[in-house]
């Protein structure tokens, strides 16, 4: 069985500092790790993804994540926040279907 | 323009009136998903459907019903809707060599039962 953890309901970032939002998974196979991002009143939009290959993964508007198989983490980063980075994200993990972390809100101060 | 369209996008409605919530993908995608969201627990799937005619249930399928009659419609039916319903809906879609790896999100529909 899989499932996801997301470390941190809400994170606030000040703009240009460094963003990092964390993810644990827990998979009895070859995971596949997603990044989906919600703005507000929208739909979830996907920001990358893992498969299999570089561990790596770099992503829409600047993101990227890393997955280290030895820590069980895909954690979501990017260098420098910018004030529309502001949403809800969440990691997901497939074994069969996606099974969504709780949602991490970050927020991003001028 | 590929995408997911949902209506209505906002609902407020009474306990026990009957509702459908419609969901339409241009995409021809064969998979389609409808979940529900909430806060802290995130996207819990209630059904899903693999194709025309072929449906079965997620993670929390009680007090809903879907169907699927034509492959871009996917609709989600509450018969009598209880206030424990009350949530953000998206439905999804995807291929069926991608479902797993990547869906498309329709933009939500908050209901609100009271």
């Known amino acids: 069985a899989q499932s996801v953890t997301q470390l941190g309901s809400h994170v606030s970032v000040s703009e240009g500092a460094l963003v990092l939002l964390r993810c644990n998974y827990s998979?009895?196979?070859?995971?596949?790790l997603f990044w989906y991002v919600q703005y507000p009143n929208q739909g979830l939009q996907l920001l990358l993804k893992y498969t299999t290959g570089a561990t790596l993964v770099k992503g829409i508007n600047g993101f990227e994540a890393e997955f280290k198989k030895s820590e069980t983490s895909f954690h979501l980063t990017k260098p420098s926040a910018h004030m529309s980075d502001a949403a809800e994200y969440f990691c997901a993990v497939s074994g069969g279907k996606l099974i969504f972390g709780q949602g991490t809100e970050l927020s991003v101060k001028p | 323009e590929a995408q997911v369209t949902q209506n209505p996008r906002y609902l407020i409605t009474v306990t026990g009136k009957k509702l459908t919530v419609t969901c339409s993908q241009n995409m021809n995608h064969e998979y389609m998903s409808w979940y529900r969201q909430d806060p802290g627990l995130g996207l819990r799937q209630i059904y899903y459907?693999?194709?025309?005619?072929?449906?079965d249930k997620g993670d929390v399928p009680e007090g809903y019903k879907v169907s699927r009659k034509e492959k871009r419609n996917f609709p989600l039916i509450l018969e009598s809707p209880s206030p424990n319903q009350t949530s953000l809906y998206f439905c999804a879609s995807s291929s069926l060599q991608g479902f797993q790896y990547e869906q498309y999100f329709g933009p939500g529909t908050r209901l609100t039962v009271t």
């Open positions: 998979s009895s196979v070859p995971p596949y």
């Open positions: 459907s693999m194709n025309v005619e072929v449906t």
